[in-house]
């Protein structure tokens, strides 16, 4: 039997805090594999983002067109394309697959900025995402994340509520434009690099062993508050989630 594949773009933070270095963990912490594509090469610690390069978009197709023509893909799980041009290059890619597979999970996590609010990528952020909303089946953003977006034509929407204050944090999930389920978390003390790559590698991992997608949910965010509870330091500042945990039944 082969393990379930997730595709993934996103661009490398040599932290190994966020990006590939989160999913490719997160992912296998759910029994899935990661083929990641890098997007982009940053400059980064787990404070802040220093500089952005983008991957040429003819290298990033060669890269995913490589597993395509071998591997069998459960899930696509999109965090930074880099550029306007890699994101169309991705959506041009998205449509093949879904001509293949139309009910390929597509998990996008639409990083607008760092969590010190640095630029992730060489465009306007959301002008770079470039129709990626319209091909995923769930877009993951937080509160300030959602307001920038605006409404958006995906089957599935959870916003995280991270962001806000409160003793609890409360994520809303929105199928087909209406409110339903929230759920509520406690708020964990102290700042972390890479939660929401963490939370949205979790859900394409989940997806791709074949879970719907309110199990999946729920799943993923257990796993994510345990990974964040269970976090550590490897510098002063934000601390990066233990993510190599056996993943929620």
Known sequence: MTVPSVLVFAGLDPGGGAGLAADVLAIAAQGAHALPVATALTVQDNNRVHAVHPVDAGLVL??????????????????????????QAIAGLLRRLRAIDPDLPVVLDPVLASGGGDALGADDP?????????????????????????????????????????????????????LARRWRWPRLPGDYHGSGCTLAAALAGRLALGEGMFDALGAAQAYCHAALAQSFAIAPGQRIPRRFLQPTP
């Open 126 to 178: 959301v002008e770079s995402l470039a129709g990626l909303p319209a091909l995923a089946t769930i877009v993951l953003p937080n509160e300030p994340e959602a307001c920038h977006l605006g409404s958006l034509p995906c089957p599935h929407l959870l916003i995280t509520g991270g962001h806000g204050d409160g003793q609890f944090v409360v994520n809303r999930w929105y199928r087909g434009g209406e």
């Open 62 to 87: 060669r890269q995913a067109e490589a597993l395509l023509a071998r591997c069998r893909i459960g899930a696509v799980k999109i965090g930074i394309p880099g550029n306007r041009e890699n994101a």
